[in-house]
């Protein structure tokens, strides 16, 4: 079956490190995403990207990036890790067909990151 | 930008009964879905329902239904019969579908407690 996996699930790394979340889906979606998760802020968006090469800030991209080398995998990178990026990551995908009932976001299963 | 409010940071139930969570969004398209997801103590997000703003008739998936009104931006859920596996953070979601444009922009969710 085709599926959206993250890794590492838990990760807990020191201030200033850099560190990189994996995002592997096997759907063959040309769209994927990247939100993070914070209590009172509910999922926002960091980094999309709409196909190979192809990479777009979301609204709160400050100290992230991401590289699309291939259809199946956007890794997010933080560069220089700090404590107000302790969060819950969520990657996504969907297929950009045709505006149809059928587009639907998956789901990773979240990757609980903390700085100190 | 769109924007996606849900006013109710925490809601409670008892077991058996119905609620209704709420959800307002601002946007200036006529073409768009709206979400809700719901994500429970594994943290795994699940798709509820879906609703297709050019479709008139409310979205039902067995115990959950939407009351979508579009003239007033307004996209409630209701839980018929609560059961305790209906305690979750549920999110309210937008998108302006569309090929390559889409993205899904989050309300801050609703918290809700089934009791016994």
């Known amino acids: 079956d085709a599926e959206i996996t993250q890794s590492p699930r838990h990760k807990i790394t020191e201030t200033g490190r850099q560190v990189t979340l994996a995002c592997h889906q096997t759907?063959?979606?040309?769209?994927m995403f990247w939100y993070r998760q914070d209590l009172g802020h509910g999922l926002r968006l960091i980094h999309y990207?709409?196909?190979?090469?192809?990479?777009n800030k979301g609204e709160v991209s400050d100290g992230y990036s991401v590289s699309r080398s291939n259809t199946e995998d956007l890794p997010l990178t933080l560069e220089s890790a700090a404590s107000s990026q302790t969060s819950v990551y969520f990657c996504a995908s969907i297929e950009t067909s045709v505006v149809s009932g059928a587009n639907v976001l998956t789901f990773g299963a979240g990757s609980r990151l903390t700085v100190l | 930008a769109q924007t996606v409010t849900q006013s109710q940071p925490e809601m409670s139930v008892q077991e058996a009964e119905t609620v209704t969570l709420s959800c307002t969004y601002d946007?200036?398209?006529?073409?768009?879905?709206l979400f809700w997801y719901k994500q429970p103590p594994s943290r795994q997000m699940i798709l509820v329902i879906r609703?297709?703003?050019?479709?008139?008739q409310n979205a039902t998936e067995n115990r959950f239904s939407v009351n979508f009104q579009k003239a007033a931006k307004s996209f409630s859920l209701k839980i018929s019969d609560s059961q305790l596996g209906d305690t979750a953070m549920y999110f309210c979601a937008f998108m302006k579908p569309g090929g390559a444009t889409n993205k899904l922009i989050f309300g801050t969710g609703t918290l809700l407690a089934v009791q016994p």
């Open positions: 609703q297709e703003a050019y479709k008139q």
């Open positions: 990207s709409y196909g190979v090469q192809d990479t």
């Open positions: 946007t200036s398209e006529n073409n768009y879905y």
């Open positions: 759907w063959n979606h040309n769209n």
